[in-house]
């Protein structure tokens, strides 16, 4: 009979247990440090490493804030876990020119931040330097239209997730936002009963976000389904596998696109 996945108690259960095994799995993975094909670039792999750790060290803390009681504060983590799991997907997906265009778009914010730091007067040492603008030669519009797309997907998550077929995904991600940034939201989940000039409020808030923590597996086995495949052997294929049929999980997680 298969698990019913659901946000529920019963899967947040099932979630607690199979997460850490998840991001030892991936911990021990990268220690195969050998490649599955030529294919992929060093530079390309370099990014996905270090986002596939961030991931999964992300999962980690996400676990421990959740053992402590923490939970609408955990929010903005489980916005990092979404929007790393498809970055990952997507820059294996293409490559080096997917490299390129983050390349692209790492270097125009740190230029801007450089601009912000120098417009309000902040004396900094002769060793900042941005190096030289990424100029990658494109020969054709072809070539600079694809450029301009990537950094579109990348720099914007609505777009990213339209790329892949999972537009549903946004107003998902837009939510997760508003606990990442200064709103109503951050206010009301410790906040109610304004009545009378009284204010009833709250040591820890009690707004549901269940949800969260049954969805953590999902990036992660997404990252990891991506990830498996590029080190020789596929050292996770049998523990994602097992995750996916323990959760009632289809064992294809990863977008693609249309």
Not at 14 to 28: D, F
Not at 32 to 50: D, H, I, M
Not at 170 to 197: C, Q
Not at 234 to 255: Q, T, Y
Request: aromatic content about 8%; proline content about 5%; hydrophobic content about 40%.
């Amino acid at each position: 009979m298969t698990f019913a996945y659901r946000a529920d108690e019963k899967t947040a259960k099932r979630v607690r247990a199979i997460v850490p095994k998840l991001t030892a799995g991936a911990g021990a993975a990268l220690h195969v440090q050998e490649l599955a094909s030529a294919e992929t670039s060093t530079s390309v792999f370099a990014v996905l490493a270090g986002w596939w750790r961030f991931t999964n060290r992300t999962a980690d803390a996400m676990i421990a804030l959740y053992d402590q009681g923490f939970t609408v504060e955990v929010v903005p983590l489980m916005r990092n876990l979404v929007g790393h799991a498809y970055a990952i997907n997507w820059l294996a997906d293409n490559g080096d020119d997917a490299y390129k265009a983050l390349v692209s778009e790492s270097y125009k914010s740190r230029e801007k931040l450089l601009t912000n730091l120098e417009g309000v007067g902040w004396q900094l040492p002769e060793s900042v330097d941005l190096g030289e603008k990424p100029d990658f030669g494109f020969n054709t519009e072809e070539e600079r239209k694809r450029h301009g797309r990537l950094v579109g997907e990348l720099s914007n998550f609505d777009n990213m997730v339209k790329a892949y077929g999972s537009a549903m995904m946004y107003p998902v991600y837009r939510n997760l936002s508003s606990y990442a940034h200064t709103t109503d939201l951050t206010a009301s989940a410790f906040v109610s009963g304004v009545e009378d000039d009284k204010v009833t409020l709250y040591e820890q808030s009690p707004a549901d976000r269940l949800a969260d923590l049954c969805w953590m597996p999902v990036p992660l086995l997404q990252a990891a389904s991506v990830m498996s495949p590029l080190l020789k052997g596929d050292p996770m294929k049998k523990l994602i596998r097992e995750a996916c049929r323990d959760l009632g999980l289809p064992e294809e997680l990863v977008p693609k696109r249309p």
